[in-house]
């Protein structure tokens, strides 16, 4: 369908109205205009109240996969080792994009089901010595959280290595604190917990990261040189987009307004809602402890009695939208998104209340 | 400024009210829906006809940038050779580009208020025996047209070279044939005659081209691959974005309901009465002839009396916003952008008005 009466999938979540307005507006040129990179250096102090860091902010034109490509082509070369700590499909991405251009890549790997284990992580760290540690805060497909960012970030800094970490689906939707997590590069996308088009992308980048990346000298579309000094420089690698920095811009205010502990208690709200009305229709979590739910998306099993597209389809029916599965969760496992605008118990009840009336 | 009364900026340009619309709609999930993919099909349909082509047409999420780079990672690996025919800054920009990646990249040089010859392409084509010729149709910072792709289409068939061509800025605004100028990737950026946000990019792509992207396997976010059967497939390497997409399909619909032809005249009599009033001012054309001077934006030198700093702040008083430049051309040459929302005789008579004020 074109339009959902209860749309409830992980990403692109619906877009508030104060946003899409934006879209009316006229602008001028961005690549010339002072108040347009005035409103980029606003945007780069608002992300990093919202990540909890002191690092450069850069704001990019393209869908978030263009910065976890990003990340991985400006600090790796051919030959050098990475270690993708996974226990989900986005984890064991890093690993295969890092091999697509030669890199030794290897998986520390975890069942989807959980989450990493920092010991283990440390053992392969200490063996394997990579340049580059990535793992994934939010494994959307599996509706877990990281919540050892911090212990990874140690080894990390133990072994010498970069810590890239795809925050995608959580920035914003959960606690996040990128120095404190020693994060040299975080990756996030638009449509998730901001609530804006898929259109923008925004990395954090460490000194340390930035250190590498002018040895590295990569050249490319997504390449980070050419980004350090945007507002300083006035010049932008190409033509921004400045209805959608805009549409950041109130994005971030509505969430800092709104108060970073109020919105991330409304994420959990929603997301111990959305498990509890789970667990009295029968519905049986993917994740293996509730300790590992993220906040911003929640993973079942698809219910018995139903194939996927029987269930998805029966719920289309009365106008509700979940989130259906990729790779090895595939027809078996379905997500609810409460991430950004989404993040509502309203909205939350009603989805269930639909589910409870087929299960 | 952040908004401009007047603006003949060479893009982006001013978004029309229909388009800018389009963001006030809720869309669902792009990654999932037979809607999207119908949109998409629509699209592709819509931009054959633009482009004159029955070569397969990508659309992907990025600034043009992202599709110069595509074309160029996508067909040339380390060691190739690549001959970019240049006669401006984009044209050397390919060059540059692809040595970036190791490629053994040629110039065929001309000046840059002329366009390429034929005959001396011919002959260092035959000599050098690329892989791969670029060609650029509208040379934005000179305001020229290159008239003579077909020529180098041949030339392009004759050493078996495939033939890549940036028409950014010209598709749509000036008469352009995919298929009879052997063009076997073409590539357009959305916020020139199109008038949209500068978000989404496309690239028309022949059997040819495909065979060669198919051998060079290159992985990335521009890469080419995982793009090729996006309607039968239901898929893209990435979520797409939906409002993007739609307001294509509007500006496609506006332009090709209007007509080309009507639309390449609005062009064309844009272009030609702002060098007549031009003229009448005393402005000096930077092309050497008007034979090849683009129908989407026109470059005058900066009058003698004044610094371009000058007088862009003295235009600028008057509500005028028209386009500086780069490069060699910096401070020297001045830009009016007459293209898709901006091809208006109307909008050119004021601003030459207020031009001829101030000379």
Known sequence: MERYRIGLIPGP????????????????????????FTLYHEDQILIRRLLNTKNDIIITLGEAMSVLWAALKSTLKQGDRMLA??????????????RAFGV????CSFP?????DPEKVREHALKFRPKVITAVHCETPSGTLTTCLHEIGKIAREVD????????????????????????????????????????????ISERAWEIIEKVKYSGYEAYSGWKNVPSEHLTPY??????????????????????????????????????????????????????CSPTVTAFYVP??????????????????V????????????????????????????????IRELC
């Open 323 to 354: 989130g259906g599965n990729y790779g090895i969760l595939s027809g078996k496992v379905f997500r609810i998104g409460h991430m950004g605008s989404q993040a509502d118990c309203e909205l939350i009840s009603e989805a269930m209340n639909i």
């Open 161 to 204: 290595a970069l810590f890239v970490v795809d925050f995608v689906s959580s920035a914003g939707g959960a606690f996040l604190d990128v120095d404190y997590y020693n994060i040299d590069i975080g990756l996030l996308g638009s449509q998730k917990v901001l609530s804006l088009p898929p259109s923008l992308s925004i990395s954090s």
């Open 85 to 98: 700590v996974s226990s989900g499909l986005f984890g064991d991405g890093f690993a295969e994009m890092s």
């Open 104 to 107: 030794n890549a290897e998986v």
């Open 13 to 36: 979540v619906r877009i508030p109205e104060e946003i899409k307005r934006i879209w009316l507006n006229d602008y001028a040129s961005p690549d010339i205009e002072d108040e347009f």
């Open 239 to 292: 033509t921004h987009d400045w209805n959608a920095v805009k549409a950041l811009n109130i994005s971030l205010n509505m969430i800092l307004s709104e108060g970073l502990e109020n919105v991330f208690k409304r994420h959990e709200n929603t997301a111990k809602l959305c498990r509890s009305l789970g667990r009295e229709i029968g519905l049986k979590l993917y994740p293996k402890s509730e300790d590992i």
């Open 304 to 321: 018995e009695k139903f194939t996927w597209p029987e269930f998805d389809s029966r719920l289309r029916e009365k106008g509700l939208a």
């Open 112 to 116: 989807y089901d959980e989450i990493p």
